[in-house]
């Protein structure tokens, strides 16, 4: 029990609450009396009478008469639960986000849901509270973009539980390989394809791809970028792709860049991004050595976000279809609650980014 300030009928009901979601405790299984609980976490049997009296009015336990008190079946529990929409976020005020959940915000209210929105900052250990603080809220339904998705699911346990509750969930930008949820995303390996394929086009052959390969959308960018290299029989040297984690975002790839550009003799002349973000801070690094863009380097970003075009040399980038992308994953959300049985687990909606030509590349 973390949260000191709460009282602690709360901080016992959120520890209660915890042993359902990872599975401590499963529906029809015997609770502990309220004497045992109420040794164990040195507090009053009337604190304890008072947090399974809240538990059992929001479908969480039921009591038998002489029996004790028992853990409620999932269906229990979504006959109790509101109208409500989680939506868990790697992040919610940082660059492209706030366009997906305003497209999800415009539909659930226009259908009468509301939203209850939380984020990760990227962080795994996050993502295990935040899922934990929504599954206490007895959600009809989540919406969640995987966090770091290339580093595994140490939170399964609570997908499991949602799973096992049956309640509807579908992931955005990515989904954990393991889970056989709806997902709705980006061909990200189709947009590193066309990104490094175009500056090929252009007489490109030493193009530096940088690529945040903690979640899965930089590793398939990174995918399409070395795939285009063999279609088009252009060599990649390994120190042309640069890869890194959230941690290191901000300093390893502008060294990177800056120890590429120091070298005169086999100099790079082309950049391929992970996204526009990155794109915007080498454009610095550029400036740093005394080059300019796309005079004497060409850069790609990815996202076609607000900064593609908000620096003085507008980016060519590749398209991203945020609030396109919120709406749909909305009306899938919807649609599984209010078709329950319908089968929606194979669902799978891929959009194709399409390249915007803009002023940041140039042919050789």
């Not at 890194?244 to 390893?252: F, G, R």
């Not at 850069?299 to 040399?313: N, Q, R």
């Amino acid at each position: 029990m973390k949260d000191k300030q709460l009282p602690k009928y709360l901080q016992l009901k959120q520890e209660i609450l915890s042993w359902f979601h990872s599975g401590q405790f499963m529906p029809t299984e015997q609770m502990p009396s309220e004497n045992e609980i109420a040794e164990k976490f040195q507090m009053s049997r009337q604190t304890v009478r008072q947090t399974f009296g809240e538990l059992e009015q929001e479908g969480w336990l039921y009591r038998i008469q002489g029996k004790g008190t028992f853990v409620a079946k999932p269906q229990i529990q979504q006959e109790k639960s509101i109208q409500t929409i989680g939506f868990l976020t790697t992040y919610i005020s940082d660059y492209i986000f706030p366009h997906i959940v305003r497209g999800a915000e415009a539909v659930l209210r226009q259908k009468g849901y509301r939203l209850f929105l939380s984020s990760t900052d990227n962080d795994k250990e996050k993502e295990k509270d935040c899922l934990k603080m929504m599954l206490n809220q007895s959600l009809s339904g989540m919406i969640i973009e995987p966090t770091k998705s290339a580093e595994g699911n140490p939170n399964l346990s609570y997908f499991l539980s949602m799973d096992y509750q049956k309640i509807p969930y579908i992931m955005i930008n990515e989904r954990y390989t393991e889970m056989d949820c709806p997902y709705i995303k980006v061909d990200d390996e189709s947009g590193g394809f066309q990104a490094a394929e175009h500056l090929i086009q252009l007489g490109h052959r030493r193009i530096a791809g940088f690529f945040k390969t903690d979640d899965l959308q930089g590793v398939h960018r990174l995918k399409g970028f070395i795939r285009a290299h063999h279609q088009y029989q252009v060599p990649l040297s390994p120190e042309l792709a640069i890869h890194y984690t959230t941690e290191e975002k901000v300093l390893k790839p502008y060294e990177a860049a800056l120890g590429l550009l120091g070298h005169t003799d086999q100099r790079v002349t082309a950049f391929v991004c992970y996204n526009d973000e990155l794109a915007v801070q080498l454009l610095g690094a550029i400036r740093q050595v005394g080059l300019s863009v796309p005079q004497d380097i060409s850069i790609v970003g990815f996202d076609d976000s607000s900064l593609a075009t908000a620096t003085e040399i507008q980016l060519t980038t590749l398209s991203h279809p945020k609030t396109e992308i919120g709406t749909e994953a909305a009306e899938l959300i919807i649609a599984m609650i209010e078709h329950k049985g319908e089968e929606k687990s194979k669902v799978a909606q891929i959009h194709q980014p399409k390249l915007i030509i803009r002023d940041s590349t140039k042919g050789i």
